[in-house]
């Protein structure tokens, strides 16, 4: 066999590798965009008026004002769970989201909302720090805890089927936060560092 018909069949080879390697990246990509699709749309859950849910106590560690804050925050007043709670933790007292807080629970009366400013000392993590109040302050009648941080926005359904998702065999319940569009570069940063951090 000559180098001429061995280089053929090599390039011949390689191209048709290309090929099946270009064509099952694109079925994975179909096959993704069909389940996220029927994952993301399908039907909200239906509360059974009669069905007893657990508690839930969300914790919300804040610092300073990011983009879009007072919106992410009233999409926890306007949650469609029958038993939550909602604490805020706010280590300075001149932190500029104490006024944004104070405004949404003014607001909205009828949601168990509570602040807390000022920290405890328990560890070297001064996040962990600053949600120490509300963790210690939470309902003992409450089964379970989200922490929840500032920049997430929950849908009207998002805590009922985290709690739904709560069975006797799962003890930990995460969801991959949805990064909204914001102007800046800070934005556009975050966003990428979001889909790098969970892929």
């Given amino acids: 066999m000559s180098d001429q ?15 099946v390697f270009w064509c099952a990246i694109w079925i ?27 508690g839930v106590s969300i914790i919300k560690p804040l610092v300073g004002v990011d983009p879009n804050l007072y919106s992410n925050l009233e999409s926890f007043f306007t949650m469609g769970y029958q038993k939550y709670e909602l604490l805020f933790c706010v280590q300075d007292k001149l932190d500029p989201a104490i ?20 920290g405890e000392n328990v560890g070297i993590n001064p996040k962990i720090n600053n949600m120490q109040p509300a963790y210690g302050a939470a309902r003992s009648d409450y089964e379970l805890i989200l922490v929840s941080d500032s920049g997430i926005r929950m849908k009207e359904d998002t805590l009922l089927d985290m709690v739904s998702k709560m069975t006797e065999s799962v003890g930990l319940v995460h969801q991959m936060p949805y990064v909204c569009d914001r102007a800046g570069f800070a934005a556009i940063l975050e966003k990428v560092s979001e889909w790098n951090f969970f892929f």
Avoid: C, Q
């Fill in 5 to 19: 018909t061995t280089l053929f069949y090599t390039l011949h080879g390689f191209a048709v590798f290309l090929i």
């Fill in 28 to 54: 994975l990509h179909i096959v993704a965009l069909l389940w996220g699709n029927w994952k993301l749309y399908r039907k909200s859950i239906i509360i059974d008026p009669e069905m007893s849910l657990p």
């Fill in 99 to 118: 006024k944004i807080v104070e405004s949404i629970i003014e607001k909205y009366p009828h949601v168990d909302a509570k602040l807390f400013v000022g």
